[in-house]
């Protein structure tokens, strides 16, 4: 399989714990993203990278959010210290550098309780 | 005021019916359109893509973009239930940025 693949696919944490998500894209492609995407809402950006280099953050990202993507291939994302408002699907997608088509992994389904 | 706004529906059409599927957008820079559907505890996928504006039309798919109205549109012919889905109109400015979503359901 050569699609975007995500994990965990689902994780439920107490307020307050730390978690981190993973994201390889399609091997060939440069540019990373991750999306937030709660219930009825369309996705919105939180963060991109071009090969290793993060090179855009929403304001969305609070300090507790870090994404890294060490190498230039896969990324992590990671949530400290969580609160009930992070629950949300967390969805990452890849793209060449100037291909139009973002293509989306399955996402990360967070619940906090 | 959002930079796409979306009416999420939810709208209920009987198999066979044409789909009209809505957006605006406020930013005029915008010069990319998209079109994903996104089912059930699934990552969206790309449906279709303009570029500026002007139709497109990929079977019974057919997208139109109107620039001097900030208005995209999604237009389904010959509605199927497999067409039940969250359709998400999308701008490309590096990143995307997502209309809410409009639930479809396609009755058998």
């Known amino acids: 399989d050569t699609g975007v693949s995500q994990n965990p696919r689902h994780k439920i944490t107490k307020r307050g714990q730390n978690v981190t998500f993973r994201c390889d894209p399609i091997?060939?492609?440069?540019?990373l993203y991750w999306y937030r995407q709660t219930l009825g809402q369309g996705p919105e950006f939180l963060t991109y990278?071009?090969?290793?280099?993060?090179?855009?953050k929403s304001r969305l990202l609070s300090d507790r959010f870090s994404a890294e993507r060490p190498k230039g291939s896969f990324s992590t994302l990671e949530i400290q210290r969580t609160e009930q408002g992070d629950s949300a699907m967390y969805l990452c997608?890849?793209?060449?550098?100037?291909?139009?088509?973002?293509?989306f992994g399955p996402g990360t389904r967070l619940t906090v309780t | 005021q959002k930079e796409v706004e979306q009416d999420p529906g939810p709208l209920s059409v009987p198999e066979g019916a044409i789909v009209s599927l809505n957006c605006t957008y406020s930013?005029?820079?915008?010069?990319?359109f998209m079109w994903y559907r996104q089912y059930s505890r699934k990552g969206p996928e790309l449906l279709m893509y303009?570029?500026?504006?002007g139709n497109k039309e990929d079977g019974r798919f057919t997208a139109q973009v109107d620039k001097s109205s900030k208005y995209i549109s999604l237009f389904i012919r010959d509605s199927q239930p497999s067409d039940s889905a969250t359709y998400l109109c999308?701008?490309?400015?590096?990143?995307?940025?997502f209309g809410q979503g409009t639930t479809l359901q396609v009755k058998p």
């Open positions: 990278f071009q090969n290793e280099a993060q090179l855009e």
């Open positions: 091997s060939e492609h440069n540019r």
């Open positions: 930013n005029s820079a915008f010069q990319y």
């Open positions: 997608a890849s793209s060449h550098d100037r291909g139009y088509e973002q293509y």
């Open positions: 303009t570029y500026s504006s």
């Open positions: 999308a701008m490309r400015a590096g990143k995307l940025i």
